[in-house]
C-alpha cells in the first residue's frame, strides 16, 4: 500500500508568480484535503475535494485553486505568489473524511 | 472562529518519564479528536484518535484522556523515549458545515526526551 506522495518536494518561486503542486493520494482514498503549514505553526485548511468537486474551503483567497482527478490525484495553484506564500503545503487523503494519510510535503519558498 | 488552544509549546522529559500534552477547544460541534507527530521534513503522521463519547482510550504507551464537560483533551506519552522525540498537535474535526476533513489543529508541542 502506497502513502501520499508530493511533487516537487522543495520549489523557489519569484512573487508574483504563479505555481501547481502536486498530490498522489493513498490508494483506496477519494478524498484530499491540501494545507498551509508556517514555520512553527499547525497546518492550516486551504481545501477539500471530493469526487472531483470542492467540498469545503478555508479561509484563503481565490488565489488558491485546487483539481481532483478521476484517478483522486490532486493539483493546489496558487496565483500571484506572494512573500507570505513561504510554507510547506501538506496533501493529506482519506477514505472515510477521519483517518487522514498526510505527505510529506512540499516547501515553498517565495523570494 | 473555532480554535484548538495547545500547551505547552515546548517539553523536556527525562527518558523514561511520562509526557503530557493539553488541548482546550472552543465549540461543541467536534466529533473526532486526532492527534499528530510530526517529524523533521516530514508530514503529520496520525498518532492516535477518539470520540467525544468515550473518555479515554489507550495504544501502547500512548492514551487520550478526554474531558466532554471541560472541552479539554489531553495526550499522555509513558515510559518517553527518546525516538518520541518530535512536534506533536493535536487537531479536531467539525462535525457539520461542509467542512468535513477541515481539521483544525493546535499550534504544536515540540517535545525533547533526554537519554
Known amino acids: 500500500e502506497t502513502g501520499v506522495t508530493q511533487s516537487p518536494t522543495h520549489l523557489i518561486k519569484t512573487r508574483g508568480q504563479q505555481v501547481t503542486l502536486r498530490c498522489s493520494s493513498q490508494?483506496?482514498?477519494?478524498?484530499v484535503s491540501w494545507y498551509q503549514q508556517a514555520l512553527g505553526q499547525g497546518p492550516q485548511f486551504i481545501f477539500q475535494y471530493y469526487r472531483e468537486e470542492e467540498n469545503g474551503r478555508g479561509n484563503f483567497p481565490p488565489r488558491f485553486s485546487g483539481l481532483q482527478f478521476p484517478n483522486y490525484s490532486s493539483e493546489l495553484n496558487v496565483n500571484a505568489l506572494e512573500l507570505d506564500d513561504s510554507a510547506l503545503y501538506l496533501c493529506?487523503?482519506?477514505?472515510?473524511?477521519?483517518?487522514?494519510?498526510f505527505g510529506s510535503g512540499t516547501r515553498l519558498t517565495v523570494v | 472562529q473555532q480554535q484548538v488552544k495547545q500547551s505547552p509549546q515546548s517539553l523536556i522529559v527525562q527518558k523514561g518519564g511520562i509526557s503530557i500534552i493539553n488541548c482546550a477547544y472552543e465549540n461543541t460541534a467536534f466529533d473526532y479528536f486526532p492527534w499528530y507527530q510530526q517529524f523533521p521534513g516530514k508530514g503529520p503522521a496520525l498518532l492516535i484518535a477518539i470520540r467525544p463519547d468515550v473518555s479515554e482510550k489507550k495504544e501502547g504507551r500512548f492514551t487520550i484522556s478526554f474531558n466532554k464537560s471541560a472541552k479539554q483533551f489531553s495526550l499522555h506519552i509513558m515510559d518517553s523515549q527518546p525516538g518520541d522525540s518530535a512536534t506533536y498537535f493535536c487537531a479536531a474535526n467539525p462535525l457539520y458545515g461542509g467542512s468535513q476533513g477541515n481539521l483544525i489543529f493546535g499550534k504544536g508541542t515540540k517535545l525533547s526526551v533526554k537519554p
Open positions: 490508494s483506496g482514498h477519494n478524498t
Open positions: 493529506a487523503s482519506s477514505s472515510d473524511n477521519y483517518g487522514y494519510t
